[in-house]
Nanobody
């Protein structure tokens, strides 16, 4: 069984920091891009940040300079360090990974269960 397990959400005051973690469980031939999405109430899910297996990153304009995505390939884990949080960052954050199944070599797209981040003003 393969999947993504997230942790690290919670309640924080504006200007504060949180770190999200997401670990891929199971065995894979490879894990390629990993990323974080978020969905605020009444809004569509949007990409926050993504990182390739080689470490290339891209960010939504709204979080550039405040959030940092990183990964530990040995642990199949991706992190999102969120600094200078704003009330508009309040959302459910979802981890995403694109991987290759070890047995079938088929493409997999995995999603975490979501973790709530609430930023109070």
């Amino acid at each position: 069984q393969v999947g993504l397990v997230e942790s690290g959400g919670g309640l924080v005051q504006a200007g504060g920091s949180l770190r999200l973690s997401c670990a891929a469980s199971g065995t894979f031939f490879s894990i390629n891009n990993m990323g974080w999405y978020r969905q605020a109430p009444g809004k569509q899910r949007e990409l926050v940040a993504a990182i390739s297996s080689g470490g290339s990153t891209n960010y939504a304009d709204s979080v550039k300079g405040r959030f940092t995505i990183s990964r530990d390939n040995a642990k199949n884990t991706v992190y999102l360090q969120m600094n200078s949080l704003k009330p508009e960052d309040t959302a459910v954050y979802y981890c995403n990974a694109r991987a290759i199944a070890i047995a079938t070599r088929r493409d997999l797209e995995l999603w975490g269960q979501g973790t709530l981040v609430t930023v109070s003003s």
